[in-house]
T-cell receptor, first 113, second 110 residues
């Protein structure tokens, strides 16, 4: 079946601009996660949804970052007033929830110039 | 903060040899998972071991967990060139939020 889909695969934006990153999870997966990965590092947790609600957003670095999952399926990660330090690969994953492995998309590589 | 810490960071081996990676963590866990990542791709789940399990096998993979030492190991037997990738351990503290280590870069030389 189809895996986790993330669009766009690459995004280049200027400092100060707003960006939206989209994640389409595996059908039937109730849990959805956003991670951020910098070069040479492991993924860093940002936010986790169970259904439509954000169950844990403790990883969001500041209030410029926001994510939604209005219908419990597709999710959008929104970054306002982008900074060069936001440059990274943003990974989305989905799962059946508790004690289940995560299925990752290929990520969106965000470059802020 | 990163929970898992893999050791060694980079490993280069000949095809057919075994590769062993270790991971240590600091807090109590519900389960520990290992993932593989090929360059430019997302992570692929390899194996999940629960806190009450000590060893688990999946094909050529063998994972051990020692909760008293807060450590885990991943063994890949009879390595192949296709095993070249980065390998990450990740811990779940029961809050359904995985904390990943920095990863091990493994290169298998044909």
């Amino acid at each position: 079946g189809a895996g986790v889909s993330q669009t766009p695969s690459n995004k280049v934006t200027e400092k100060g601009k707003y960006v939206e990153l989209r994640c389409d999870p595996i059908s039937g997966h109730t849990a959805l996660y956003w991670y951020r990965q910098s070069l040479g590092q492991g993924p860093e947790f940002l936010i986790y949804f169970q259904g439509t609600g954000a169950a844990d957003d403790s990883g969001l670095p500041n209030d410029r970052f926001f994510a939604v999952r209005p219908e419990g399926s597709v999710s959008t990660l929104k970054i306002q007033r982008t900074e060069r330090g936001d440059s990274a690969v943003y990974l989305c994953a989905s799962s059946f929830g508790y004690n289940s492995p995560l299925h990752f998309g290929n990520g969106t590589r965000l470059t802020v110039t | 903060s990163q929970q898992g810490e893999e050791d060694p960071q980079a490993l280069s081996i000949q095809e057919g040899e075994n590769a062993t990676m270790n991971c240590s963590y600091k807090t109590s866990i519900n389960n520990l998972q290992w993932y593989r990542q090929n360059s430019g791709r997302g992570l692929v789940h390899l194996i999940l071991i629960r806190s009450n399990e000590r060893e688990k096998h999946s094909g050529r993979l063998r994972v051990t967990l020692d909760t008293s030492k807060k450590s885990s190991s991943l063994l890949i037997t009879a390595s192949r060139a296709a095993d070249t990738a980065s390998y990450f351990c990740a811990t779940d503290d029961g809050n359904n939020r995985l904390a990943f280590g920095k990863g091990n870069q493994v290169v298998v030389i044909p």
